[in-house]
């Protein structure tokens, strides 16, 4: 299982980047795929997921309204759109698959994003720069 992260890089304030996702080895319409981040010093964060089983997403209220989550155009890969960056949002990030919870609730799928827990499936991240 591999999972690779790409699209990464600097940007103005007020701009935009797309990440994107590339997964082997899973099948997607089986796993949820989360993005998270982090910066240094601080604790990482479950920022979106998709949810296979019923097309259900997750943003965290940081991100909400500025970031989207979709299949790619690229097949097995899901895209992480990131509009209105701000500075606050330069960090590595990651993206991770696991099975969505056997309880198919909401609450449960957005704790698993939340935390990365049952995301037991990582790639390496991509650095992404906000400034002036």
């Known amino acids: 299982v591999q999972l690779q992260a790409s699209g990464g890089g600097s940007v103005q304030p007020g701009g935009s980047l797309t990440l994107s996702c590339v997964v082997s080895?899973?099948?997607?319409?089986?796993?949820?795929i989360g993005w998270y981040r982090q910066a240094p010093g601080k604790e990482r964060e479950g920022i979106a997921c998709?949810?296979?089983?019923?097309?259900?997403?997750y943003f965290a209220d940081s991100v909400k309204g500025r970031f989207t989550i979709s299949a790619s155009g690229v097949a097995n890969a899901v895209d992480l759109q990131m509009n209105r960056l701000k500075p606050g949002d330069s960090a590595v990030y990651y993206c991770?698959?696991?099975?969505?919870?056997?309880?198919?609730?909401?609450?449960?799928?957005?704790?698993?994003?939340?935390?990365?827990?049952?995301?037991?499936?990582w790639g390496r991240g991509t650095q992404v720069t906000v400034s002036s």
């Open positions: 998709t949810n296979p089983k019923d097309s259900s997403t």
């Open positions: 080895g899973l099948n997607l319409d089986y796993y949820a």
């Open positions: 991770a698959a696991g099975l969505p919870p056997y309880s198919g609730s909401y609450s449960d799928f957005v704790s698993q994003c939340r935390n990365g827990l049952g995301m037991y499936n």
